[in-house]
Nanobody, 114 residues
């Protein structure tokens, strides 16, 4: 299982970013996918989850209405569209799936300047 995130960067408060996670090594369309994040000095927190077919999504309360998780099973890729970014969204964002155990990508840094 390999998960490779991309799309992070530096953005001003109120701006947008789209993260991507390219997956390989497993049957992508069979598994739910998640995005987590970890801010400096804090624990890793769940951002959003999407079901295997993409028909069901869930978000942490602080991301609802601003973030959108989606997936393209033909491309083995999951996305996280982040709008109206705030300084408190600054974190390393990780892609995750669970197949008997958790698998993580290397993370992509998102920095929101105020």
């Amino acid at each position: 299982v390999q998960l490779v995130e991309s799309g992070g960067g530096l953005v001003q408060s109120g701006g947008s970013l789209r993260l991507s996670c390219a997956a390989s090594g497993f049957t992508f369309s069979n598994y739910a996918m998640s995005w987590y994040r970890q801010a400096p000095g804090k624990g890793r927190e769940l951002v959003a989850v999407i079901s295997s077919a993409g028909g069901s999504t869930n978000y942490a309360d602080s991301m609802k209405g601003r973030f959108t998780i989606s997936r393209d099973n033909a491309k083995n890729t999951v996305y996280l569209q982040m709008n109206s970014l705030k300084s408190e969204d600054t974190a390393v964002y990780y892609c995750n799936t669970r197949i008997f155990r958790n698998y993580w990508g290397q993370g992509t840094q998102v920095t929101v300047s105020s």
